[in-house]
């Protein structure tokens, strides 16, 4: 039987290959980008027009704040207003969940009317407002009608605002706000999860893993920029630091915290040169630097040892030129006496419940009033015998720490007496003490704030707990008002576990008899 060989011709036949997986790779690309090439361009990234920070509460710097904000890049051109207030300077109970939503407005009606439309009824187009209540832990998120988010966008910034709030840092409250509105304003088509979702599960994560790589890649580099330039910054003044940690008296409780922030200092520059020669410079660096984990990874730990450098030189200059009461000292004296300064200011929570208290609480609140009118009358005479050379820094700052316990300790009392009061049985009890324990607040720099953490936890406060222990020690008053305010919400969620909100669910809309027919878009809610 004889067999059959196959034909030239068959040999010579093409044969099938499989696609390469580079070729694989390229259509995949092209599944993934040709869609986004077809689509209408988005805008470029624009700068804010303006950005204006308006603070009454003294809780940021509103012109480190304003250049911080410049540098969020938006995709139409915005004006960025950023409100941080008190409700209660708008007389608007803080109970109320609506009570932010009516101090904004209540703010622009009667000191900015240009936030609002020309009827009044909505606010400004091209307008973006950012607000927040340290004191009574209130944050919202507002937009002109070309420029406003869903209900749930504007929900999404007030998230990305908790976490840092929750910490007292309210400059990175306000600046992670403004980017994730940023990020969400005018977001093209093609990155919303309704049409990603369309698209595909495989091409979706394709195209985001692309485009998030790329966005790394530019974020690492122009972190990496600007903290160059801030560690030149930074190193330019090194020589004036270190002087002046040298020459800091031994014999002073306060300028032994401030030598231990030197000697921080000392080391932290150490680590922050070290990681500098890690990280290339622009006309060094290859076209995929920034693509690897790492490459960012050391970029945010080299931006946050200059960060940390740039905050100690600081306080270690101010400490140097009150403890030896040269140059800015008046500036730095002023630092020691904010933390009173914020309590007597708190002092109005106490006046405003007194009328409810029981019998035992107004005994008390009545014995704290008293003494805070004796602190401020202690604040002006120390500040008048210090200017004219009659107490020396060390003894002030003793006895402005001397004030400051003697409000604790009356604070102590009525808070006990409060929680008595309120509390219905032993599982609310437990419940307004959580509160105290839990409670967050503003951190304080400065040499009374240093020595108190160098000391630890000494004379540590019977309410207040490890977080909010700083707070307590330097602004007793302050932090009770945040503790009635935050203590105040969760015993009304416990009482009222159905009708009550939560305290991070978003309020939209204004109280009657303070939006009168407004309808401006946007919300707010608890930290």
């Not at 921080?264 to 990280?279: K, P």
């Amino acid at each position: 039987m004889s067999t059959s060989r196959p034909s030239s011709a068959a040999l010579d036949a093409p044969r099938t290959r499989r696609p390469s997986r580079a070729i694989l790779l390229l259509l995949g690309l092209l599944a993934v980008l040709l869609p986004a090439a077809l689509a209408p361009a988005p805008a470029r990234a624009e700068p804010p027009a303006s950005v204006e920070v308006t603070d009454t509460t003294r809780s940021v710097d509103p012109e480190i704040l304003e250049h911080r904000l410049a540098e969020v890049d938006f995709r139409t051109e915005v004006r960025l207003v950023v409100l941080i207030l008190d409700v209660t300077e708008h007389d608007l109970d803080p109970a109320d969940d609506r009570a932010l939503n009516d101090a904004v407005l209540d703010h622009a009606r009667s000191s900015d009317p240009s936030l609002l439309s020309a009827d009044g009824s909505h606010w400004a187009d091209g307008t973006v407002i950012l607000a927040l209540d340290p004191e009574n832990r209130f944050l919202g998120s507002y937009g002109g009608e070309d420029v406003k988010l869903t209900e749930e966008q504007f929900a999404d910034v007030q998230d990305a605002m908790r976490d840092p709030a929750r910490d007292g840092d309210w400059d990175r409250s306000v600046a992670a706000g403004a980017e994730e509105y940023a990020a969400l304003l005018l977001r093209p088509w093609w990155q919303r999860p309704a049409v990603q979702i369309l698209a595909g599960a495989a091409l979706v994560l394709a195209g985001g893993w692309v485009l998030i790589l790329l966005g790394l890649r530019r974020g690492a580099r122009e972190r990496a920029d600007r903290t160059r330039i801030r560690h030149d910054e930074v190193l330019a003044r090194r020589a004036l630091t270190d002087a002046a940690g040298r020459t800091l008296p031994d014999s002073s409780p306060y300028a032994q915290a401030v030598v231990r922030d030197h000697e921080r200092y000392t080391e932290t520059f150490a680590e922050a040169e070290q990681l500098r020669e890690q990280v290339p410079t622009a006309e060094e660096r290859s076209r995929s630097w920034g693509l690897r984990g790492r490459d960012r990874d050391l970029v945010r730990r080299w931006e946050d040892e200059v960060e940390a450098l740039d905050a100690a030189d600081d306080r270690i200059l101010a400490a140097a030129d009150l403890l030896h009461r040269m140059g800015g000292w008046r500036g730095s004296w002023e630092l020691e006496l904010l933390p009173l300064r914020d309590s007597l200011k708190s002092l109005g929570t106490v006046r405003g419940e007194r009328g409810a208290m029981s019998g035992t609480e107004q005994v008390l609140a009545d014995r704290l009033l008293d003494l805070g009118e004796h602190t401020e009358q202690e604040m002006t005479a120390l500040t008048a015998r210090l200017e004219a050379d009659g107490i020396d820094p060390d003894s002030a700052l003793e006895e402005l720490d001397t004030l400051t316990r003697e409000l604790s300790a009356a604070v102590a009392a009525l808070t006990r007496a409060r929680i008595d009061a309120q509390a219905e049985d032993d599982e609310e009890r437990a419940l307004l003490e959580e509160e105290a324990a839990e409670g967050r607040g503003r951190r304080y720099r400065s040499l009374r704030a240093l020595r108190a953490e160098l000391e630890g936890r000494d004379g540590r406060s019977p309410v207040a707990g490890e977080g909010s222990e700083d707070f307590w020690r330097l602004s007793p008053v302050a932090w009770y008002s945040s503790w009635h305010g935050s203590s105040g919400q969760a015993l009304s969620v416990h009482r009222n576990p159905t009708t009550s909100s939560s305290s991070t669910s978003s309020v939209s809309g204004f109280s009657p008899s303070s939006g009168g027919g407004f309808s401006g878009a946007g919300s707010s809610s608890r930290f």
